[in-house]
Nanobody
Framework: QVQLQESGGGSVQPGGSLRLSCVYS????????IVWLRQSPGEEREAVAA????????FYAESVRGRFTTSQDNANHTVYLQMNSLKPEDTATYYC??????????????????WGQGTQVTVSS
């Protein structure tokens, strides 16, 4: 069983920044991929960033490339999502999820079995 818990959401003005954290509870590291996804009301879940934890390799959706950065603190089993230059269209519930496939399917939300509860991010003036 893998457990994940997000934190760090909140409200921010356009152009602002937020940092989300995801603490995960597994020692399985082979192929471990932590993905950040988001979902707005009436929209499908969208994968925005992923981190292959054993190698530090990162992946980004085009919609956030250059604005969002994912990183990790291995000692504390924590993955971060630094979000800069936020836009109103970034408003969503953000989730972290885990898989063990070397991030081969990171952009496909249906492939992820383990999910956190989500944290709300609102970008509004």
């Amino acid at each position: 069983q893998v457990q994940l818990q997000e934190s760090g959401g909140g409200s921010v003005q356009p152009g602002g920044s937020l940092r989300l954290s995801c603490v995960y509870s597994t020692y399985i590291d082979t192929g471990r991929c932590i993905v950040w996804l988001r979902q707005s009301p009436g929209e499908e879940r969208e994968a925005v960033a992923a981190l292959l934890t054993a190698r530090g390799t990162t992946f980004y959706a085009e919609s956030v490339r250059g604005r969002f950065t994912t990183s990790q603190d291995n000692a504390n089993h924590t993955v971060y999502l630094q979000m800069n230059s936020l836009k109103p269209e970034d408003t969503a519930t953000y989730y972290c999820a885990a898989n063990f496939d070397f991030c081969s399917s990171w952009s496909r939300p249906s492939r992820f079995r383990y999910w956190g509860q989500g944290t709300q991010v609102t970008v509004s003036s």
